[in-house]
Structure formats: structure tokens, C-alpha cells
T-cell receptor, first 116, second 114 residues
Framework: SQQGEEDPQALSIQEGENATMNCSYKTSINNLQWYRQNSGRGLVHLILIRSNEREKHSGRLRVTLDTSKKSSSLLITASRAADTASYFCATDQESPSIQGAQKLVFGQGTRLTINP | KAGVTQTPRYLIKTRGQQVTLSCSPISGHRSVSWYQQTPGQGLQFLFEYFSETQRNKGNFPGRFSGRQFSNSRSEMNVSTLELGDSALYLC?????????????FGDGTRLSIL
């Protein structure tokens, strides 16, 4: 089952503009992660934000988390052609009985296209 | 440090056959997770191994199985292949000593069932 849902499904902007993608999830989480996937490649981890954090920055990336609304947003500033990719949010579903067990539940992703 | 390596990159099989996919994690990573990616279902968690033990499992039929070796390398097996098994299979590794860690993905094995 999908935990996160990204919005919009597709986004096309001009190079230099900012891109904002949103993610909503259903159950309580320990953290939320954002990943990027270029066509035909694996996923690349971008940023992890913990449930007790509200905002996090990494270079041109800014992630916010609102646990009361069960939502997160990813902002990419000053976009570049190389940012063209699909972006996924993922929430952890740590096994309640097995400490450390890893399981990420991904949304369907936002396909971002940066036009030169 | 070398990244996660998956072999083969591409595979074509027919219905009813079985297939084994391989994943070599980043050196020092003890957790290996497997995901299936399809256009319709997106990314779905298959299972996770840590120190040769399956620690977590997704909602897939028993035809999907895996194992992990003492050097943390992992294999995934799918028996009695069906057309719907056509997908990109992704492997990810992490230290795995605690929850909530970023995962490092390989480029996947694209499996096509004819």
C-alpha cells in the first residue's frame, strides 16, 4: 500500500525557477525521506527529516514537515536542467517488533522537467 | 567507496521460468532491502535482510524469496514467473544497525517476462 502521495504528479518549469513538490502520508512516522530518480537509474537519497524537525536545508533543497497535517514539501531553488528527474517521498515503517528493521513506503512520485 | 552493484542489469525470461538477481551492498553495510518498481504500482517493498536474517517482509507471494550471505551480498529469487513480474527490481543497502537510515540504491535489474 502507498503511504505517501506526491502532488503534483508532473511539473514542468523553466530553468532558474523554483520547484515545489508536496507529499502527504497517512500514519504517524519517525522520519520522512526524499529521493530522486533519473530515468533508468536507481534512487538517490536527498534528505531525511525527523518527526521532531520542521525544516531542513541541503544546498538548493529545502524540506518542510508538518506532522499535524501529515504532509511534507520539497523545494528546489534556482532549478537546473540536471534537476530533471522523478522525486519520491518515503516514510519509514519500522517493524514494531524488530528494532532497526528497515522498510520504506514510497509515494508515486513527481516527475519534474526543467526546460532550458 | 563503491556503490551498490546489481547484476544483471537486464534480463528476459518466459512465463514459468525462475530467476535469481544479485546485489552487492556498499562495503560495511549489513542491511539489504529489495523493492519492485512498476508503472502501475510504483515502488513496493519486498523484503529486508540483516546479518543473513530476513528482518522485514512486504506483501508479496511466496514465489518471491531472498537470502543474504555472510559477506552481506544478497540474492533475490522469483519462481514460476508471471507476466506481471515484469519490473525494475531495486536493491538498497544501509548500515542497518538502527532504524530511520538513508538507503543507498543500485541501478536495478530490469526484468522482462515474455
Amino acid at each position: 500500500s502507498q503511504q505517501g502521495e506526491e502532488d503534483p504528479q508532473a511539473l514542468s518549469i523553466q530553468e532558474g525557477e523554483n520547484a515545489t513538490m508536496n507529499c502527504s502520508y497517512k500514519t504517524s512516522i519517525n522520519n520522512l525521506q526524499w529521493y530522486r530518480q533519473n530515468s533508468g537509474r536507481g534512487l538517490v537519497h536527498l534528505i531525511l527529516i525527523r518527526s521532531n524537525e520542521r525544516e531542513k536545508h541541503s544546498g538548493r533543497l529545502r524540506v518542510t514537515l508538518d506532522t499535524s497535517k501529515k504532509s511534507s514539501s520539497l523545494l528546489i531553488t534556482a532549478s537546473r536542467a540536471a534537476d530533471t528527474a522523478s522525486y519520491f517521498c518515503a516514510t519509514d515503517q519500522e517493524s514494531p517488533s524488530i528494532q532497526g528493521a528497515q522498510k520504506l513506503v514510497f509515494g508515486q512520485g513527481t516527475r519534474l522537467t526543467i526546460n532550458p | 567507496k563503491a556503490g551498490v552493484t546489481q547484476t544483471p542489469r537486464y534480463l528476459i525470461k518466459t512465463r514459468g521460468q525462475q530467476v535469481t538477481l544479485s546485489c552487492s551492498p556498499i562495503s560495511g553495510h549489513r542491511s539489504v532491502s529489495w523493492y519492485q518498481q512498476t508503472p502501475g504500482q510504483g515502488l513496493q517493498f519486498l523484503f529486508e535482510y540483516f546479518s543473513e536474517t530476513q528482518r522485514n517482509k512486504g506483501n508479496f507471494p511466496g514465489r518471491f524469496s531472498g537470502r543474504q550471505f555472510s559477506n552481506s551480498r544478497s540474492e533475490m529469487n522469483v519462481s514460476t514467473l508471471e507476466l506481471g513480474d515484469s519490473a525494475l527490481y531495486l536493491c538498497a543497502s544501509s548500515l542497518g544497525d538502527r532504524g530511520n537510515q538513508p538507503q543507498h540504491f543500485g541501478d536495478g535489474t530490469r526484468l522482462s517476462i515474455l
